[in-house]
């Protein structure tokens, strides 16, 4: 059964530092996809990135950053230099790769961490 | 290019009624998904479309839950009856596919926020 872990169910920094969330996966799959996403306060689910199993480069993108590593099966994402509008809960999400034909990719979501950033 | 949409976007109604809620996919997206998120956690899967057929439902509560798709276009699912714990926001979520396979990211909605009393 696929699991995803993030430990950190709230973090609150202030505007300007840097902070990393973290994710914690379980799979018995060897090719699957990894996601992060950010929950604002409006409720909708904004899709950040998706990561490859089989392509382990770190990708950075402006202020944030992601570091896959598979020998720890973490896959953690750095803001820099946090604004206030970065506060959201973001969700941390695993799918197999069984798509093609069948079409079956299927989310399985940690349970979010909360982000505060303070002005 | 416009988003997933739902409404309502709130819901209050009393156990043991019944309660709909819509959806329309990112015009073009042959998958649909229907999730439930519960008060602080992920959402979870309940059921799954591919234009009008379904691919998964297999954590769908059938015995009160359903959903349908007729035209492969927008959704709907239903609750009837509602029990307490159904209270959560439902999210429905949409993607597209690329060169004859569907991507595995999921674009979502706002969401419809249900309370059971």
């Known amino acids: 059964a696929q699991k995803v872990t993030q430990a950190q169910t709230e973090i609150s920094v202030v505007e300007k530092e840097d902070v990393t969330l973290d994710c914690v996966y379980e799979?018995?799959?060897?090719?699957?996809?990894l996601f992060w996403y950010k929950q604002p306060p409006s409720g909708e689910l904004v899709f950040l990135i998706r990561?490859?199993?089989?392509?382990?480069q770190n990708e950075i993108s402006g202020r944030y950053s992601w570091n896959f590593q598979k020998s720890t099966s973490s896959f953690n994402f750095t803001i820099t230099a946090s604004q206030v509008v970065d506060s959201a809960v973001y969700f941390c999400a695993l799918s197999d790769a069984k798509g093609g034909g069948g079409s079956n990719y299927k989310l399985t979501f940690g349970k979010g961490t909360l982000l505060t950033v303070n002005p | 290019e416009a988003g997933v949409a739902q409404s309502p976007r709130y819901k209050i109604i009393e156990k043991r009624q019944s309660v709909a809620f819509w959806c329309n996919p990112i015009s073009g997206h042959a998958t649909l998904y229907w999730y439930q998120q519960i008060l602080g956690q992920g959402p979870k899967l309940l059921i799954q479309?591919?234009?009008?057929?379904?691919?998964?439902d297999s954590q769908l509560p059938k015995d009160r839950f359903s959903a349908e798709r007729l035209k492969g276009v927008d959704s709907t699912l239903k609750i009837q009856p509602a029990k307490l714990e159904d209270s959560a926001v439902y999210l429905c979520?949409?993607?597209?596919?690329?060169?004859?396979?569907?991507?595995?990211?999921?674009?979502f909605g706002q969401g419809t926020r249900l309370t059971v009393v």
């Open positions: 479309f591919q234009n009008n057929g379904v691919v998964d």
């Open positions: 799979t018995r799959d060897t090719t699957y996809y």
């Open positions: 990561r490859n199993s089989f392509d382990e």
């Open positions: 979520a949409s993607s597209f596919r690329f060169d004859g396979e569907s991507v595995p990211e999921a674009f």
